[in-house]
């Protein structure tokens, strides 16, 4: 974690005493200071135990109240607090990383033009992809939904008797409620990556695409892997925790019938597919079982092998702050005596493609970067979304699935822009936000309250003269008005915040009174 202000003096106060290393004699030294390993910046909390805040309640498609669930974790200050400052220390890892490269900016540019080439010839990349992977020995099939891929992942496990399945982490496999599905027709899935793992076990969905379970402490995981591992509920050591995971989840890798992978980077030209990780648990999952199954979004090819260097470069640096992930993993074909498969997915990208504001979504590489920049997520925790896709880019991805449901989302955003900034492919993330609210009042899917009141300022807004008696009202009613009348049920930004003292004159009528009119 990390101290918001980022203050360089103060740096090695953030870190745990057993990840400073100070005296390491094999540390990798850049510019006289050590290099910081990506996910190694945690503080412990000196305070008693909190309860981890849940997510967002769902009922069925009724929109998602992500404030009432970002509420409930900013309640609990030690989750709030830790999460706050662990993603913000992402960020600024991140920066670092990104003012050692003087060509920083145009490998943005290059990434965006790559990703944007390809996704307007989408057609025929995925058809030579197709025809490159199969010359390769890999089966391809092609899944138009979320229900089609997960009964064809069904189908092949069942021709080869699979009653088990290990898996790294696969944000397309959580969007297709694959776990679900596959547990419903007898099927164990067991996660390798150990964020997943904890959440798996914890039955939560990942609250981050990068960290999947950044939003808990330590002693939150020592709960859980009590209840679940026998393992000490008053130890919360993380060496003790990683190893007790790794101890229980060995024997179910060398056992497993088969082995699913996400997709990083789909190359066209090769028919290979790249998978990026920290643990290594895509190798485990891609080789230790005789079968590999790899699920991937159509939106993750690239034109060629030489553009593949482009987002490497960009994908870790603009995640974790490292210079690249531990595991960079190409796939070509299946092994001697195994097989491998491939399932693409359309489940809605087709038709995000034809939506002429919101397309360039699909560039996303989903490194996060504008999840640990965005200071409504920080603060809210990836749960409070209550989808597969949280944070920033979520909040243009998820009105695509379900616009009833996740109707509220686009306004969980103060649109500072900096999302964009970090952007690592480009994407207008927060012009995207507000472009999503403006679609989903024209699609009357945002409430009635709301609406009217954005309707109400609409038409005090373009007449000025009606505003400036307003402002006068409103002003004489904040120095006069006792403060319980203020601060109401009505009045949403006095409920976590003091309202600003009215100032002794609006500036238009200070304009007034020093340049006459003047313009």
Not at 477 to 495: E, M, Q, S, T
């Amino acid at each position: 974690m990390s101290n918001p202000v980022g203050q360089a003096g103060d740096r090695h106060a953030m870190l745990h005493p057993e990840l400073r290393a100070e005296h390491d004699g094999d540390a990798i030294i850049r510019n006289g200071q050590r290099l910081d390993h990506a996910e190694g910046a945690s503080t412990p909390l000196h305070s008693q135990p909190e309860k981890q805040p849940r997510g967002a309640r769902i009922h069925g498609s009724r929109p998602v109240d992500q404030a009432e669930a970002a509420a409930r974790f900013i309640a609990a200050p030690q989750h709030e607090k830790m999460h706050d400052e662990r993603l913000w220390d992402l960020r600024q890892k991140r920066d670092r990383e990104m003012h050692g490269i003087p060509e920083w900016e145009e490998l943005r540019s290059l990434a965006s033009a790559i990703k944007e080439h390809t996704l307007t010839r989408l057609d025929q990349y995925l058809e030579q992809f197709e025809a490159n992977a199969r010359s390769n020995g890999i089966t391809v099939h092609w899944a138009r939904d979320a229900a089609e891929h997960n009964r064809i992942v069904h189908g092949i496990l069942k021709d080869h008797g699979a009653k088990s399945l290990i898996k790294s982490k696969s944000m397309l496999t959580e969007e297709c409620g694959f776990r679900a599905y596959m547990a419903s027709v007898g099927i164990e899935v067991i996660e390798t990556d150990l964020g997943e793992r904890i959440q798996q076990l914890d039955n939560e969905d990942p609250s981050h695409v990068v960290v999947p379970a950044v939003h808990k402490l330590r002693t939150d995981v020592a709960e859980v892997f009590s209840k679940t591992l026998g393992t000490d509920p008053e130890n919360s050591d993380v060496h003790y925790l990683a190893e007790a995971q790794r101890d229980a989840t060995r024997p179910l890798i060398l056992a497993a019938d088969a082995g699913m992978t996400g997709c990083n980077f789909a190359v066209a030209e090769t028919g290979t597919f790249v998978v990026c990780t920290n643990e290594g648990n895509a190798d485990l999952s891609a080789n230790v079982p005789k079968l590999h199954i790899a699920s991937i979004g159509i939106e993750k090819v690239i034109p060629r092998l030489e553009h593949l260097a482009v987002f490497v470069r960009l994908l870790s640096r603009s995640a974790l702050g490292s210079p690249m992930t531990q595991y960079t993993s190409h796939f070509r074909g299946p092994r001697v005596g195994g097989e491998t498969h491939i399932v693409l997915v359309d489940n809605g990208r087709s038709e995000r493609l034809g939506l002429s504001e919101f397309w360039t979504s699909l560039k996303c590489i989903r490194c996060g970067a504008c999840m640990n920049t965005c200071p409504v997520y920080r603060r809210s925790g990836g749960l409070s979304y209550g989808a597969t896709y949280s944070g920033p880019i979520g909040l243009i991805i998820d009105p695509t699935f379900n616009a009833k449901k996740y109707s509220n989302l686009p306004f969980a955003s103060s649109l500072n822009g900096s999302c964009t900034n970090v952007c690592p492919v480009k994407i207008n993330i927060h012009e995207q936000i507000y472009a999503w609210r403006r679609e989903l009042v024209r699609r009357h899917e945002v409430p009635m309250a709301k609406k009217a009141a954005m309707k109400a300022a609409g038409e005090l807004l373009s007449h000025p003269a009606a505003y400036r008696a307003a402002i006068d009202v409103a002003d004489a009613a904040l120095a006069h008005l006792p403060r319980f009348v203020i601060y109401n049920g009505l009045n949403a930004w006095g409920k976590h915040r003091e309202v600003p003292h009215p100032p002794p004159q609006t500036f238009h009528s200070w304009h007034q009174a020093n340049r006459g009119g003047a313009s």
